[in-house]
C-alpha cells in the first residue's frame, strides 16, 4: 500500500510564513528533492542525512542566491514520509523567493495547500489521532484557498481566466473536431484558423501573466535597485526613500561595495529597495566584486532607477554617454532615469513618463526615444514624494489589463506551465503538423489554467463539438 | 423443466455483446450457454454493414488483443478498407472496413460453432432464476429452466422495442426480428432504473437503379490494412469501391414539408438519439444554414446488389423517404428496398453497474451492450467480452477484472458510463480518452495480451505469435538505443543532408528518429539496417516519436493510481464524511463510485472532496469500517 501512495512528483513550498524574517525556511519533498539540493549548492557528494550542512545556494548562472543551511530527512524517516530536503536561508521575501524558483526551475512542483501534510498523512507518518487534526488541517487548507480566491482576487483574476480557458476550449474544439470526425467536408486544422487562435491566445495569456506578476508584486513586494555612476547619490536616495540613515554616503567615489536592502513600505504597498555599488572601470578587487553583484540585483530587478548626477550630465546625453549600460540589460522596459541633485542645476523636480503602454524592444530603440525620467535631489528631498507616488503607481495602478488584480505565486506557476504547453503545441502544428500533439498540449494548458478556476469533462467538449458543427454521417 | 446440464455462463442475446461473451466465457474454460431468438441472426449488423473507424477501431483492436473474434471476422468479410486520419499522427489513426453482412455473420457463427466449452440454444429468455438477490440461471419462454452460476445480458435494441416509421409504430427488437417484452417487464420489476433511447436506420437501396457514373468514387487504401493483429490479411475478400453522393436544397425542402409527419418532430419519439449519427431531419432542423450534406454510398455486400447510403438515417414516411432519396446525383431512379426506421427501446441506467458491469443490486447479473446505453458494434462487443469474462472469473470463483482508464479504450468506455451515465446513445471517441497518445490501435496487443493470456483468453498459437513480436520490438528498441552515430563520420554527414541542425555530438539512433525530419526507414536506409518487419518498425518508431508526451502521461497515470487504488464501499455512508457538501453527497450516493478515482471524475464532485474523502477513508482504515453493512 505504502508503495503505492508514494508520490511521484516531487513538490517545493515555503514553509516559514511569507514576509520579512531572519530565517526563511523552503521545503522540498519528493523522489528528486535530493538531486534538487546537490544541484543547488553544485556538489556532487551525498548529503548526509539529517546534518546541517552550510552551503552556497546558485542560480543556473553560477551566482549566489543566498547562503544558508541545507538538511537532508531521507525517506521515510522525514516529516513527509518522503525524501525530504529543507533550505534555510535569509527570510527576505526576495531571497526566498528567487531559491524558491530555481528550486522549482530544477524540477520541483510548487505545492498545493496543505500537501505536505496529506503526503505525510497518506504515508502512514501520522496515527488515527493525528489524522483528526490533519483532516481539519486539509480541510481548512481548501476552505482557505477558496476564501482567499474570493477576498484577495476580486473576482477580477478569474474573469481573465475564465475568458483564456474559454478560448482554449473553443481551440480544442477545432482540433479535436478534426482528429474525430476526419471524414467532415471540412479540413479543421488546414484553414488556418486553429494558428490565428493559438497565437492569440498566447497574446492573452503573456498580458495575463503580467498582470498577474503585477499582482504577486502587490503582495510580496517589488523591487527596485538604485544603479548608476558612483557619487550619482544612491545611497542618498536609499536614506531619503527609508527615511533613515542606513547607508554610508561620502563624496568619495566607490563608497557603496556591499549590496544594501530596505524593505519600505508606500501606501501599505510593499517594497524592496536595493543600494548598489556605483558602475566604472575599477582595478580595486573588492570593488569589482561588488559590481558584479550589482550587476546582478540590476538583472533580478522589477525597476531599475538609473541614477545621473544632474549636474554632470546633460538630459539628452544619457544614452549616448552610456550605451553599455543598455545593452546589457534584459528589459529595457525597466527603467528610470532619475537626474539627482537638481538643487544644484535650475531644473524644476518632477516626471516626465512615456506612453504607458510603449513597449521598447530593443536597445536601439531605448537609445532612440525619450525614458521615463525623474528629476529629484536626494540630499534635500525636493522630487522624492513624485517618485515614491510613481513606484506606487508602477505596481498597481497602471495597468494594462482594466482594474489590475492581486495574484499569488502559485497562479503564476500555473500560467507559466500553461504558456509553457501553448509554446510547445504551436511548435508541434507549424514544424511538425502533429494535430493530436497540439490537442494533448492544449489539453495540459487546460488542465493548468483550470488549478486556478473550475473544471472541465471530455464529454462537454464533445457536446460542444456536436453543436457547433454538422457532423455525423 | 429443468435443462440437465449446469452452466457456469448463461448469455442471452446472439447480437455483438453476446457473441463476444459468450466466446470470452468459453475461451476461459467456463461451461457456456449462449440464448438467442435465432440462431440465423448471430453476429447480426442491425445497421451499417461496417467495423471500426475513429475511436471504435481501437475498441476493435482491444477485443482482438484479448482473442476476441471481431477483428478476425472483419478480416474475413472487409470489402473495402481506409486508415482513418492517416497523415496524423498513430494515436489518432483508426482503421475501417465496410463489411459483407453475410460473410461477417457465417464468421462468427463459424467462430461460435467451433468454440468448446460453448453451446447455443434457439429461444427467447423471458424470466430469469433467483436465488435471494443472486441470479442462478434462466427460463425460456418454452419454459425450459437453464441452471448456471451467473446470467450476462446483452438483449441489445430489443427490450420493450419499438419501431417508427413516419407516424406508424409497432413492437420489434429489429426491422423483422420480434421485440423482447416478457424480460423487460421482468427487469422492470427490479430495482435498476430504466429509459427510453432512440436510434435510427437509412433506407436501402437496390444498385441497379443507381447511377455510378455520377458520383465521385471512393477506393479503399492502396494498401489494403489488417484489423486483427493475428491475421495477415490473405483471407480478405474482393475489394470494392464506395461512392459519394450530397443532399441539395431540393432534398432539404422536401424533408422539411415532412417534418409534420415526423414521429421525431411530432414527439411520437420520446427517446434521445446520438447527437453524432443524427437522423438527417435532425441535420436539417439543427444546421439550417447548409445547404448540403455528404453521404457515403456503401456496398451491403459482394453477393447482394442493396446498398447503404450512410447519412441518410430516417424515420420520415415512406413516400417522403423515396422523395428524398431521388432528389440527389445519381439517385434519381433509385429503387428502396427497406425503407427506413427509427427504433426506441429500453436501456439501463449504466450507474448501477459495477466496473466489471455486474448490476449493483443482483449478484451474478452483468449488462452488456446497448442496453448500458451504448451504440455500436465495437462499443456493444467489447463490453460483452468484458461482462463474459468476470462472469467466467466470478463462476470461477476468482476476483473480477476491470481495466483502467490508461490501459484500454474499453477502460474509458466502462468509466465514463458509470461515473457519468449517459442521456443519448454512447458512440466512443478518442477525444473521450485522455491517455490517448497510449492508447492506440496499433499497440493494444502490447497493452492487454499478457492480461488475456493470464485470463485464459488467448490460446498457445496467439500466443507464440505475440512473444515474438514483443521480443523483436524490445531488441529493436534496444539496439537503436545503443547504436549510436559519432558527429563527422560518414553515417554522420549523410544524416545530415536531411536534417535542419547537423549533428554536433554522438547521438543513439533512438534520439535521431525524434527528429520530424527522420523515420525508421530512412534511418535504417543510411545505416544500411533494417532486419525487422513493418509492426515491429512501427512500435520502435512511434515510441521514439512521442517519447517526452508519452512519459508525462506515464507520471499521470502513477498519480491516477494512487486514487484508482482506493476502494470506496459501494455502501458507503457519506453522512458520516466530515465536510462534504450536501451537493457532493448527493451526487456521491447516485453513483456509487468504486474507487477514489472514479469519485473524483463525477462532475461537480471537487478536488476538496476528494481529500475529504480520503481523509475519511484513511481515518477508518483498519479502526471500523466507514461502510455500515446493510443486507
Ligand atoms: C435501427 C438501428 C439502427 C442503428 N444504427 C446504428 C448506427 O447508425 N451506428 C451504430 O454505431 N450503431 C447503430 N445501431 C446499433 C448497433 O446495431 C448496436 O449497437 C449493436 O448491434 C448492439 O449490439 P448488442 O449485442 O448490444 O445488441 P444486438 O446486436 O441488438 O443484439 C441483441 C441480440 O439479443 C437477442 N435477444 C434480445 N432479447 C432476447 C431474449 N429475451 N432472449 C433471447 N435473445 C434475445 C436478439 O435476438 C439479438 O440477437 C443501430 C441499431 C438499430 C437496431
Ligand atoms: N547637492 C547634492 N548633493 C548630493 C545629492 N545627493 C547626493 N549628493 C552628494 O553626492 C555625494 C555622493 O553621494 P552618495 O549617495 O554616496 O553617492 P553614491 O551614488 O551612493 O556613490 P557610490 O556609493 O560611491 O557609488 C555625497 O557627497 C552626497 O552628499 C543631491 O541631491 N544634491
Ligand atoms: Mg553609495
Not at chain 2, 448463461?10 to 475461451?27: M, N, P, Q, T, Y
Request: aromatic share 6%.
Amino acid at each position: 500500500m505504502n508503495d503505492v501512495l508514494h508520490s511521484t512528483d516531487t513538490i517545493a513550498a515555503q514553509a516559514t510564513p511569507a514576509g520579512r524574517g531572519g530565517v526563511g525556511i523552503i521545503r522540498i519533498s519528493g523522489k528528486k528533492a535530493n538531486d534538487i539540493a546537490l544541484q543547488l549548492i553544485q556538489q556532487q557528494k551525498y548529503l548526509q542525512p539529517r546534518f546541517a550542512h552550510f552551503q552556497k545556494f546558485y542560480d543556473n548562472n553560477q551566482d549566489v542566491i543566498d547562503e544558508g543551511l541545507v538538511l537532508f530527512f531521507p525517506g521515510p524517516h522525514s516529516f513527509t514520509g518522503e525524501d525530504v530536503i529543507e533550505l534555510q536561508g535569509h527570510g527576505g521575501p526576495v531571497v526566498i523567493n528567487s531559491l524558491l524558483n530555481r528550486v522549482l526551475n530544477l524540477g520541483a512542483r510548487m505545492a498545493n495547500p496543505g500537501e505536505f501534510s496529506e503526503r505525510a498523512f497518506l504515508n502512514d507518518k501520522l496515527d488515527l489521532a493525528q489524522a483528526e487534526a490533519i483532516a481539519d488541517l486539509i480541510d481548512s487548507a481548501s476552505e482557505q484557498a477558496a476564501r482567499c480566491a474570493i477576498r484577495s482576487l476580486n473576482g477580477a483574476f478569474s474573469d481573465h481566466i475564465n475568458v483564456l480557458v474559454e478560448q482554449v476550449i473553443n481551440l480544442r474544439l477545432y482540433v479535436e473536431a478534426a482528429i474525430d470526425f476526419p471524414e467532415e467536408e471540412i479540413d479543421f486544422l488546414a484553414d488556418g484558423k486553429v494558428e490565428g487562435d493559438l497565437q492569440s491566445i498566447i497574446d492573452q495569456l503573456d498580458i495575463v501573466f503580467k498582470e498577474a506578476n503585477r499582482g504577486v508584486l502587490l503582495k510580496e513586494g517589488m523591487k527596485v535597485v538604485l544603479a548608476g555612476r558612483p557619487n550619482a547619490g544612491k545611497s542618498s536616495l536609499l536614506n531619503a526613500l527609508a527615511g533613515r540613515d542606513t547607508a554610508i554616503v561620502t563624496d568619495i567615489a566607490g563608497t557603496t561595495r556591499d549590496v544594501l536592502r530596505e524593505h519600505i513600505h508606500i501606501d501599505g504597498m510593499p517594497l524592496h529597495i536595493t543600494d548598489t555599488a556605483g558602475l566604472r572601470e575599477s582595478p580595486d578587487a573588492i570593488e569589482k566584486e561588488g559590481i558584479r553583484r550589482a550587476w546582478t540585483e540590476i538583472k533580478d530587478a522589477d525597476r531599475v532607477l538609473l541614477l545621473v548626477d544632474a549636474a554632470d550630465v546633460q538630459e539628452s546625453d544619457i544614452k549616448t554617454l552610456w550605451p553599455d549600460f543598455f545593452a546589457e540589460l534584459p528589459d529595457l522596459n525597466k527603467v528610470i532615469v532619475v537626474r539627482n541633485k537638481i538643487d544644484k542645476t535650475d531644473e524644476r523636480s518632477g516626471v516626465s513618463e512615456l506612453n504607458s503602454s510603449h513597449v521598447i524592444n530593443d536597445v536601439n530603440e531605448a537609445l532612440s526615444i525619450e525614458l521615463p525620467t525623474i528629476r529629484l535631489s536626494a540630499k534635500h528631498g525636493e522630487g522624492v514624494d513624485e517618485l515614491r507616488e510613481y513606484l506606487k503607481k508602477a505596481m498597481g495602478y497602471q495597468s494594462a489589463v482594466e482594474g489590475g488584480f492581486t495574484a499569488r505565486q502559485r497562479h503564476l506557476e500555473a500560467l507559466k506551465q500553461a504558456r509553457y504547453y501553448l509554446g510547445i503545441g504551436q511548435t508541434q502544428l507549424t514544424d511538425n503538423g502533429a494535430g493530436e500533439l497540439l490537442a494533448e498540449d492544449l489539453r495540459m494548458t487546460q488542465n493548468h489554467l483550470s488549478e486556478i478556476t473550475g473544471e472541465f469533462t471530455p464529454d462537454d467538449l464533445l457536446g460542444r463539438i456536436f453543436s457547433s458543427f454538422c457532423i455525423g454521417k | 423443466m429443468d435443462y440437465p446440464k449446469r452452466y457456469g455462463v448463461v448469455v442471452i442475446g446472439g447480437g455483438h455483446a453476446g457473441c463476444e461473451a459468450a466466446l470470452a466465457s468459453a475461451r476461459m474454460g467456463v461451461e457456456t450457454l449462449l440464448l438467442t431468438h435465432n440462431i440465423e441472426t448471430l453476429g447480426q449488423m442491425s445497421c451499417n454493414p461496417a467495423i471500426g473507424g475513429i475511436g471504435k477501431s481501437h475498441l476493435v483492436k482491444e477485443i482482438d488483443a484479448l482473442g476476441g473474434v471481431m477483428a478476425r471476422a472483419t478480416d474475413k468479410a472487409g470489402i473495402q478498407y481506409r486508415v482513418l486520419n492517416s497523415r496524423k499522427g498513430p494515436a489518432v489513426r483508426a482503421t475501417r472496413a465496410q463489411a459483407d453482412r453475410i460473410l461477417y455473420k457465417a464468421a462468427v457463427r463459424h467462430t461460435l460453432e467451433n468454440q468448446t466449452c460453448l453451446d447455443i440454444f434457439q429461444q427467447s429468455a423471458d424470466d430469469l432464476i433467483m436465488e435471494g438477490e443472486k441470479a442462478r440461471g434462466v427460463i425460456t419462454n418454452m419454459g425450459v429452466r437453464f441452471h448456471s452460476d451467473t446470467v450476462v445480458i446483452t438483449a441489445g435494441t430489443f427490450l420493450g422495442g419499438l419501431i417508427h416509421i413516419g407516424l406508424e409504430s409497432h413492437s420489434g427488437g429489429r426491422a423483422g426480428d420480434p421485440p423482447s417484452i416478457a424480460l423487460a417487464q421482468r427487469l422492470r420489476e427490479m430495482p435498476f432504473r430504466v429509459d427510453r433511447l432512440k436510434t435510427g436506420t437509412p433506407p436501402r437501396i437496390d444498385a441497379r437503379s443507381v447511377d455510378f457514373s455520377k458520383m465521385e468514387e471512393q477506393p479503399g487504401d492502396n494498401i489494403t490494412p489488417v484489423m486483427s493483429f493475428w491475421g495477415d490479411g490473405s483471407d480478405q475478400p474482393e475489394q470494392v469501391s464506395c461512392y459519394i453522393t450530397h443532399t441539395n436544397e431540393k432534398t432539404h425542402d422536401i424533408i422539411r414539408a415532412g417534418l409534420d409527419r415526423s414521429p421525431m418532430y411530432t414527439g411520437v419519439i420520446e427517446g434521445i438519439g446520438p447527437r453524432y449519427c443524427p437522423s438527417i431531419e435532425d441535420k436539417i432542423h439543427r444546421f439550417a444554414d447548409k445547404n448540403s450534406h455528404q453521404i457515403f454510398i456503401e456496398p451491403e455486400g459482394l453477393t447482394t446488389h442493396e446498398l447503404y447510403p450512410n447519412g441518410i438515417s430516417t424515420s420520415l414516411p415512406f413516400d417522403v423517404q423515396l422523395d428524398l432519396v431521388h432528389s440527389m446525383v445519381g439517385l434519381e431512379n433509385a429503387h428502396i428496398t427497406r425503407p427506413g426506421y427509427a427504433i426506441e427501446y429500453d436501456y439501463f441506467n449504466p450507474q448501477d453497474l459495477l466496473h466489471s458491469l455486474e448490476t449493483k443490486f443482483v449478484e451474478g447479473l452483468y449488462f452488456a451492450g446497448q442496453i448500458n446505453g451504448t451504440t455500436g458494434y465495437e462499443e456493444a462487443g467489447a463490453q460483452g467480452l468484458l461482462a463474459g469474462l468476470n462472469a467466467a472469473l466470478r463462476s470461477q470463483e476468482k476476483e473480477a477484472w476491470t481495466p483502467r482508464r490508461d490501459e484500454a479504450y474499453l477502460g474509458v468506455l466502462v468509466d465514463d458510463l458509470i461515473s457519468m451515465g449517459t442521456k443519448e446513445p454512447y458512440r466512443m471517441f478518442t477525444s473521450r480518452a485522455e491517455y490517448r497518445l497510449i492508447l492506440r490501435e496499433d499497440n493494444a496487443d502490447i497493452r492487454l495480451t499478457a492480461k488475456g493470456r493470464e485470463l485464459g483468453l488467448i490460446n498457445d498459437t496467439i500466443w507464440q505469435q505475440f512473444s515474438k513480436k514483443k521480443e523483436a520490438i524490445e531488441q529493436e528498441t534496444q539496439r537503436m538505443k545503443d547504436t549510436w552515430v559519432q558527429p563527422d563520420t560518414e553515417t554522420a554527414n549523410k544524416l545530415n543532408e536531411f536534417i535542419e541542425r547537423p549533428l554536433a555530438r554522438e547521438y543513439s539512433l533512438m534520439e535521431l528518429m525524434r527528429r520530424p525530419e527522420l523515420d525508421y526507414k530512412k534511418i535504417a536506409e543510411i545505416t544500411g539496417e533494417n532486419s525487422v518487419t513493418g509492426v515491429v518498425a512501427e512500435q520502435v518508431e512511434i515510441a521514439a516519436k512521442y517519447e517526452g508526451y508519452i512519459s508525462r502521461q506515464l507520471d499521470d497515470i502513477e498519480k491516477l493510481k494512487r486514487n484508482e487504488s482506493m476502494k470506496l464501499p459501494t455502501d458507503m455512508d457519506y453522512d458520516k464524511v466530515k465536510g462534504l457538501s450536501n451537493e457532493v453527497k448527493q451526487k456521491l450516493v447516485e453513483c456509487k463510485p468504486e474507487t477514489l478515482g472514479q469519485a473524483s471524475r463525477i462532475q461537480g464532485v471537487t478536488p476538496a472532496a476528494v481529500s475529504l474523502l480520503l481523509v475519511s477513508l484513511k481515518k477508518h482504515r483498519g479502526a471500523k469500517p466507514l461502510a455500515t453493512v446493510s443486507k
